[in-house]
Every structure is written in structure tokens, then in C-alpha cells.
């Protein structure tokens, strides 16, 4: 038999341990409780739900005729019993502080576990958004903008800036990313890695998409002129990834814009290229 705290007698808020009751669920012992409530209430509740850090000290029932009107719990005023039908239990019409209407259980409200209409955790992830935001805000103003930004050698010294109405204003840049796609997942991505940071060449994408697009816009020289690895691909008709391929496995210039067709390299009676390009597909 498992061992337990014999609770026999003990009294846990308004409940009165009046003896143990023995469960065999599945074959294994439980320990649980017939309780008497002051309302008068029996009920049984298992031994670590009265001992527990957030214990039950009540039947439950006798709560309901306690009256929480008047009453204010964290930033919600209670006005009055919920007498709609919408909801089922013990409800209480409730005003936040922030001007919300709603309806919340009476047992959340007398427990801690509800504090407002669902501002508190609204606010919350809007403070952690916009602190995300200005990490991104101040790193692109920094990079553009500050000679001894660790960036600044990819970014301003290049010749990127940060558009007049971004620069200097975090709130402009707020307004803007939240309407045009941000999400906690996304990056800024620009659009023409040469132009500036503006509403017309930025963009949010995923970490997948940057990362797709960083690895095919490479530079890369061939016969003495440099281009993207996109650029080079469209103008020779091949895919990116099969270009990026060829530079990773160290092909020749002369070679790096062959046909598909030309030089393939046979494994197990696969093409090399053509199964590189699958197992690309499949990760991105």
C-alpha cells in the first residue's frame, strides 16, 4: 500500500477531514478524502489537493452564494451576478480598468487566477513586440548610421541608409512593421540588397525565406565579373541552388554554367546535381 499522511480530523480552511477513502483506479491505490464543508457539504477530494501550495479549502457549492458585487480583484470591478445564458457556473459581470465589459468565473476571480479582461497579458506581449522591434530598429539604424558598429563595414560603408522618416523615429518604424506582416518569427529582409531601408525595399519574412534568399544572392565571381548567384543563374538558365552546388564542390569557372545536361556527375546511377537540388527542396 502506498504511504500517506493519515488526515483524519484536520481541518483545511472550511473543511473538515471526516475520514479516508480508498480508490483502486487501474489497480493502484489512491488516497482521497470525504471532507464535511461549513455550508454543511460533503465532498471528497484527494489528500494533495488540501495540502497542495493552491489548495482546496471549500466544497465549492457554498461559494456560490457569496456575494462578490462591490468587490474588486486586480484591475476588475465586479457589478453584478451574470444572469445570461451564454455561460454556465457562477459568472460576474466585471469592469476593467482599461474600460472592458466581460463576464469572468466567480471561483477565478476569489483564486488570483483571473486579474482583468485580458489587458494585463494583451500589454504584455505588445511591450515584448515593441522591445523586439526597437532591437531591430536601433541594430539597422547602427549599421547604417555608426562608423564603429561591428556592421557598419557591410551596411554604411556600402553605401545603405536609412530612409528619413525611419531614421531617428522608432515609432514610424513601429507603425509600419506592424501593418505590413510582423510577427515574433519574422526578420527584416531587404528586398534589393543595394538599396536603402524603406518602406518600398523592406519587407518581413521567416528565418527559412532570409536564409534562402541570403545563400542565392551571394556574390560570386566568374571570368572577372561578379554577380549574385540568382543573376548568374537566370542569365546562364539554371537553377540557383544547382549553381551554389557547383561553387561548393569547387567546379571551374570555365565550368560553373554548363547545361544541366553537360558534366553530370552519375552516383548510384542518380544524377549528382539533380539529387542535390531534391534534398534542397525538401529542406527549404
Not at 183 to 196: A, F, I, Q, R
Request: aromatic letters at 8%; a positive charge.
Amino acid at each position: 500500500m502506498d504511504r500517506f499522511t493519515d488526515l483524519t480530523g484536520r481541518r483545511f480552511g472550511k473543511l473538515t477531514v471526516l475520514n479516508r477513502v480508498a480508490q483502486e483506479p487501474n489497480g493502484r491505490i489512491k488516497n482521497v478524502w470525504n471532507c464535511l464543508c461549513e455550508c454543511g457539504q460533503e465532498k471528497i477530494i484527494a489528500g494533495s489537493s488540501l495540502t497542495k501550495k493552491k489548495p482546496t479549502h471549500t466544497c465549492g457549492k457554498c461559494l456560490q452564494s457569496k456575494d462578490l458585487a462591490g468587490m474588486k480583484f486586480g484591475k476588475l470591478q465586479v457589478l453584478n451576478r451574470y444572469i445570461g445564458t451564454e455561460k454556465k457556473g457562477w459568472y460576474w459581470d466585471c469592469l476593467c480598468d482599461c474600460g472592458t465589459l466581460s463576464a469572468k468565473d466567480g471561483y477565478r476571480l476569489l483564486s488570483g487566477k483571473t486579474k482583468s479582461c485580458g489587458c494585463i497579458s494583451r500589454d504584455r506581449k505588445i511591450k515584448k513586440q515593441q522591445k523586439r522591434l526597437y532591437h531591430i530598429w536601433l541594430t539597422m539604424e547602427e549599421s547604417c548610421h555608426t562608423l564603429n558598429s561591428i556592421d557598419y563595414i557591410n551596411y554604411g560603408a556600402r553605401g545603405l541608409r536609412v530612409c528619413n522618416d525611419w531614421s531617428n523615429n522608432f515609432l514610424s518604424f513601429y507603425q509600419w512593421a506592424t501593418a505590413n506582416g510582423y510577427t515574433e518569427k519574422s526578420t527584416l529582409d531587404l528586398m534589393n540588397l543595394d538599396g536603402c531601408y524603406e518602406p518600398s525595399n523592406c519587407r518581413w519574412v521567416t528565418n527559412k525565406q532570409q536564409g534562402i534568399a541570403t545563400r542565392n544572392n551571394c556574390h560570386i565571381t566568374i571570368n572577372g565579373q561578379t554577380k549574385t548567384i540568382t543573376e548568374w543563374a537566370e542569365l546562364a538558365g539554371i537553377n540557383p541552388r544547382l549553381l551554389r552546388y557547383r561553387v561548393v564542390k569547387g567546379w571551374k569557372d570555365e565550368n560553373l554554367l554548363d547545361p544541366v545536361t553537360v558534366q553530370k556527375v552519375i552516383k548510384n546511377g542518380i544524377c549528382e546535381e539533380e539529387l542535390f537540388i531534391k534534398k534542397q527542396l525538401e529542406i527549404e
